[in-house]
């Protein structure tokens, strides 16, 4: 067993990792990043090449930003937050200038707002060492450890290159370990399974917006890439009769008709009348796009070719660790959220975030995480070095409550799939249906629960499993509890916005789930 010791812990290695261990390090804390992968390849920044949030300090252009924002959503954000995050986001990306190659704005100045992902993390690794930050690539974290007063102090788990379990003692920890895509096959989304949510509700914390799930990226059939190209195309069916499916300014009407058009059959791309630029513009700033076509040997602007949606989950959705105050603490003390391992309702609402405000959100709160991180450690100086006895709080796929039993893993993952991507479930939910999916749910979990143990590194591919189907069951309680249809979360049954529901829902619980609704024009301001 190694034995680590930090101020700050940082979980995870995409953007939201690296912003909050800069922002940990600036504050004269010492920092650990553990990632499960290499924090540069693994998590969905680094095939995003992610576009932030970017408005000048004008204050007429911020309030209009801000304005143009609330209105798609749908009553659940804070203008407040939204103006602290693009704010934030401004004032940081150009402290990258050392460590990124910022390309020109065709004006003579730089453009800043957009960022090829491989890069941006390659930059943020040097900015983040060049502090003194260190970085341990392929240290999945399996669970968080409890101080004796309940405060988070630090978390275990196994190197895979040297199969050797480690133990880190912190001051505080941050969650940056992404959303969840359920192993859908969405570009980037592999190590991303929920490991987050997870740990943090053992520790206490809650969750909130996991209603807001239902988001979904079209791609070619046999694998997931960006998704510039479907600007230009026009759909088919098998028979090679036009779709009428509608532009991507009408996101659920899109997604309906394409998903409609699945139930009947495969579904074409074609673009040969796509703009001649989107050629030139793809070679440039997405040239893996096209190498996914190229090494099939289909002709992107010429050939017909299949394509499918890949559901996002909580990556371009919405939900995810509820979060107090301005310094994205959550309701346990010591552990804090960041990224998309956060709630975004702050800035996006009922709507995806994606194309702009999850980026910004994730750097943003990475930044207001690692200075609240580093004061919350500061506190606990003399502690980090004493031998308190540190308790243990995995419990799924590391502590069985009952006999240990073979579970099939691969059957797990795939009824958390089915329940909450298969589009006819989420995109046409009703109280029926997800009672039902609830149901299967809830036994899967139970046999889980009670029979799934691992160690070593297996240990890590039976927690993602535990993982993936307690977000599966989060994102159905809250689906379940929002008797309403509002932004991405659409009930056939209760098809209209209730002012009653303007609130977030809030859910916690592993056996037992509750959800509860809740205010948050309430962030406390501490920074
Ligand atoms: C294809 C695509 C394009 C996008 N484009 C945009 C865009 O243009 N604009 C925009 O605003 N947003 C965009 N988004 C969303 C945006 O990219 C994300 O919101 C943002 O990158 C999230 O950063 P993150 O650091 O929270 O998560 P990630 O970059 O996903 O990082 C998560 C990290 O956590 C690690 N991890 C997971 N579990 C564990 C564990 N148990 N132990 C240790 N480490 C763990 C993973 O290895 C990974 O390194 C896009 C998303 C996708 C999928």
């Not at 995409?14 to 804390?29: D, E, H, L, T, V």
């Not at 409550?401 to 993952?413: C, E, L, P």
């Not at 008797?483 to 659409?490: I, L, N, Q, T, W």
């Amino acid at each position: 067993m190694s034995e680590i010791q930090a101020d700050v812990l940082v979980v995870g290695g995409g953007m939201a990792a690296g912003w909050a261990a800069i922002s940990a390090a600036k504050a004269g804390a010492s920092v650990v990043i553990v990632d499960k992968g290499y924090m540069g390849t693994s998590g969905v920044t680094a095939p995003a090449g992610p576009n932030h949030w970017w408005v000048p300090p004008e204050p007429e252009l911020r309030k209009s930003a801000v304005a143009r924002r609330l209105e798609t959503a749908f009553g659940l954000a804070d203008p407040a937050w939204m103006e602290r995050v693009i704010d934030v986001t401004w004032r940081s990306i150009p402290e990258m200038a050392p460590w990124y190659p910022f390309s020109g704005n065709g004006k003579g100045g730089t453009f800043q707002s957009g960022l090829r992902g491989p890069e941006y993390l390659r930059a943020l690794r040097r900015y983040a060492t060049s502090l003194g930050v260190r970085i341990l690539d392929h240290h999945p974290v399996l669970e968080l450890l409890a101080r004796q007063d309940g405060s988070v102090g630090g978390a275990a788990g196994h190197d895979r290159l040297a199969d050797k379990a480690w133990r880190a003692r912190a001051g505080a920890v941050i969650l940056a370990t992404g959303g969840c895509a359920f192993r859908s096959g969405l570009l980037g989304s592999y190590n991303n399974t929920g490991d987050g949510y997870l740990m943090g509700v053992e520790a206490g914390a809650e969750l909130s917006g996991m209603e807001f799930s239902i988001s979904y990226s079209i791609s070619p059939a046999w694998l997931s890439t960006r998704t510039l190209p479907y600007t230009g195309a026009r759909y088919f069916d098998a028979d090679g009769q036009p779709l009428a499916i509608p532009g991507w300014d009408k996101p659920r009407d899109y997604l309906c008709r394409l998903a409609d058009a699945f139930r009947y059959g495969p579904v074409y791309a074609d673009l040969h009348e796509a703009p001649a630029e989107l050629a030139t513009v793809l070679r440039e700033i997405q040239p893996a796009t096209l190498a996914a076509f190229e090494r099939r040997g289909v002709d992107l602007f010429r050939d017909r070719f299949e394509v499918k949606l890949f559901g996002e989950g909580t990556i371009r959705g919405v939900g995810g660790l509820r979060i107090v105050d301005t310094s994205c603490a959550t309701s346990v003390r010591g552990l804090f959220a960041v990224g998309d391992a956060a709630t975004r309702e702050h800035v996006a609402g009922a709507t995806s975030g994606g194309g702009a405000q999850n980026a910004a959100w994730a750097l943003s709160s990475g930044v207001l995480a690692g200075a609240g991180a580093a004061s919350a450690a500061q506190k606990q100086k003399g502690r980090i070095e004493q031998t308190e006895k540190l308790k243990p709080l995995g419990g799924a796929g590391l502590r069985p409550t009952g006999t240990v039993q073979k579970i099939d893993r691969n059957a797990a993952v795939h009824t958390a799939q089915q329940e909450v991507l298969d589009l006819d479930k989420a995109l046409w939910r009703n109280e029926v249906k997800l009672k039902k999916s609830t149901s299967v749910l809830d036994n899967t979990w139970t046999d889980i629960r009670r029979g799934l143990h691992a160690d070593g590194l297996d240990a890590v591919a039976a927690r993602e499993v535990a993982a993936m189907v307690a977000t599966a069951r989060w994102c159905t309680s809250a689906a379940l509890a929002r008797k309403e249809s509002r932004g991405m979360h659409v009930r056939e049954d209760y098809p209209v916005m209730s002012p009653e529901y303007q609130h977030s829902i809030v859910t916690t619980g592993l056996d037992q789930i509750t959800t509860r609704l809740d205010t948050y024009h309430n962030a406390q301001e501490v920074l």
